[in-house]
């Protein structure tokens, strides 16, 4: 009998136990703490030492003014939309973001690829992300003007058009005040160096903040 009613004294200590687990606040992950970002090179560090790109200034950023928020990085060199759009379901479904930073399209237009193929992979991609749940951020980029007027017009414009419809937070250039800079640049004069990288986080910063604000009501 003396057996008996030990073990269930245990049994209400573990019943406790579980209960106490189950009413733990949930993770920063659950709780909808993490940021991806989706880029191209300039955002994945090409050419830069590790941990010097503006999204590892991000995240450093976010844990001294926004602390619980997890940076995850899914930049690739050379990423196109298409290629960006392919991969973002899963990366939703692995990551369930809260907010989504899409930095896509410079490849697309240099390598001449229809603008429209990369309007409508840039909106599918928003779309995928505000159906999960996301807050979507677009970086938008230009083209020099020896692509020709019309072009770049055109190009610069289909990311305040995607913004505009799907009601999404924009930078309309992402490299605002580096573009002019050549010391801001790698040898390849396409690549931003160490010298630019918090001012492209400084070009973000102010359209990302809202969003972290509004993640946290």
Partial sequence: MLTFLKNCVRCSHFALLWLALLAVPVSAHSAG?????????????????????????????????????????????????????????????????????????????????????????????????????AAVLILGMRMPPNYGSQYTEKFSALFAQVAQQEKTGLLPFFLDKIADKPDWFQADRIHPNTLAQEQMLDNVWPHLEPLLKAKKK
């Fill in 33 to 133: 703490k993490t940021l991806l970002v989706l880029g191209d090179s300039l955002s994945a560090e090409y050419g830069l030492p590790r941990g010097k790109g503006w999204v590892a200034l991000l995240d450093a950023r976010l844990q001294t003014r926004h602390p619980g928020w997890q940076v995850n990085n899914a930049s690739i060199s050379g990423e196109t939309t298409a290629g960006g759009k392919s991969r973002l379901p899963a990366l939703l479904k692995q990551h369930q973001p809260a907010i989504v930073i899409i930095e896509l399209g410079g490849n697309d237009a240099l390598r001449g690829l229809a603008l429209q193929h990369s309007e409508n992979n840039l909106r599918e991609m928003v779309q995928a992300s505000k159906q999960s749940g």
